[in-house]
Structures are given as C-alpha cells and as structure tokens.
C-alpha cells in the first residue's frame, strides 16, 4: 500500500519538547506557557511513497520479507529529507 512520511521537526528557544521523565500536568503547564516563547513545529508532507518491484529487487539485502524493504526504504527517506542520524 502506499503511505505518505510525514516529517516533524521541533525547534525551540528555553524548553525542549521531549517529555523526559517530567509528570504530565507539569510538562502540559510548560508547554502551554512556552508555546509564544520561541517554539515552533515544522510539518513537512513528503510526497506518496508507494513500493514496487524494482524497490524490493534492488534493495532486497535490506530485510528478509517485503515490508522490511518497505520499511527500510521510508525510513531512509525520512531521515534524508529531515538530515536527521539514523540510530539503531
């Protein structure tokens, strides 16, 4: 089937977005009075990526089953568009 990636990116002044350990209400509270405070949130629709023979054929050293492939292939091209480091 085909999917569309979609990748987002964070980017912020005085508080990261990640939710590390902080409880929920807390973490709620600051993001809500830090959103005018130099955060933003890019949303990028990368165009539909759809799987065809020449993907699996060409790149079949990338996992034993098709969606593996699959997988593999969005993930790559995810990590392309955002310059994002892949880490296993």
């Known amino acids: 089937m085909t999917v569309q990636p ?3 990116k964070y980017k912020w002044k005085n508080f ?4 590390e350990g902080i409880p929920f209400i807390e973490y ?3 993001m809500n009075m830090l959103l005018c405070d130099g955060f ?3 949303v990028h629709r990368l165009p539909p ?3 065809n023979d020449y993907l699996f ?6 996992g034993k089953e ?3 492939i699959y997988a593999w292939a ?8 955002g310059n994002f480091k892949l880490t296993d």
Not at 16 to 19: A, E, L, T
Not at 57 to 62: P, R
Not at 74 to 81: G, N, S
């Open 66 to 68: 098709k969606w593996e």
């Open 49 to 51: 990526f759809k799987p």
């Open 57 to 62: 054929e060409k790149y079949k050293d990338k």
């Open 28 to 30: 709620s509270c600051m």
């Open 40 to 42: 933003m949130i890019e």
């Open 16 to 19: 990261c977005p990640n939710w």
């Open 74 to 81: 969005v993930r790559q091209a995810m990590a392309k568009f």
């Open 6 to 8: 979609v990748v987002i």
